[in-house]
């Protein structure tokens, strides 16, 4: 699989707490909020619940960290997604997740040589194969996933994947950019963006 290399500035203008609407500046309090909050703040009736959704399908829960990173970065790199593929193999590392796991989920080393959890392999063969779509290969996938979730579960980790894939496409479309301190974060771990 391989990461879209983008370069180029925005698709459109990330606002600030000096150009978003009135309503948004909320967004600004704790500083910059990042790209996707600062490109949905030209859509003030929308903004609110995307990111209320956002943050719920993202977001901590019952599923640890970990595993939600394992998602996220497993979909975004399928997906090809720089922006997200970046941000995420840091808080990916931040979250448990050693170097070699998150080389294996950019597709840059062999999955089953970085992990041996069956319950990790099992949520990585499911998010291979929502990726994918193929219907015998989400048959497979939910009958090794079943050994390890519940139905509840596995419709939490199918919205975090489903999540991702459509910020994925959000964040490539509108080429949102990776911040320098990823950026550097990423050198000096040995990934590229």
């Known amino acids: 699989m391989a990461i879209l290399t983008v370069t180029g500035a925005p698709r459109v203008r990330l606002l600030s707490v000096d150009t978003a609407p009135i309503p948004l500046r909320g967004l600004f309090v704790e500083g ?5 909050a600062s490109s949905l703040a ?3 009736d929308l ?30 790199a399928l997906a090809g997604c720089r922006y997200c593929t970046a941000a995420h193999s840091v808080v990916a590392l931040d979250s448990g997740l050693n170097l070699d796991q998150v080389r294996a989920l950019r597709g840059a080393a062999p999955i089953y040589a970085a992990f041996e959890d069956e319950r990790d392999l099992a949520v ?3 998010c291979d ?9 989400l048959a497979m996938a939910r009958t090794v996933l ?18 991702t894939l459509m910020l994925n496409r959000y964040a490539t479309a509108l080429r ?14 040995g990934l590229s963006a």
Not at 67 to 75: A, G, N, P, V
């Open 146 to 163: 079943g050994r390890y979730y519940d139905d509840g579960p596995i419709v939490e980790l199918t919205v975090c994947a489903t999540a």
């Open 47 to 76: 903004a609110p619940n995307a990111l209320a959704f956002i943050s719920g399908a993202l977001a901590g829960s019952w599923i640890p960290s970990r595993i939600k990173e394992i998602i996220i970065l497993r979909m975004s």
């Open 176 to 189: 949102l950019p990776v911040s320098a301190e990823t950026l550097a974060r990423l050198t000096r771990e």
């Open 129 to 137: 194969a929502v990726h994918a779509g193929s219907e015998s290969d």
């Open 32 to 36: 910059d909020p990042g790209p996707i």
């Open 124 to 126: 990585i063969g499911w």
């Open 42 to 44: 030209h859509l003030p």
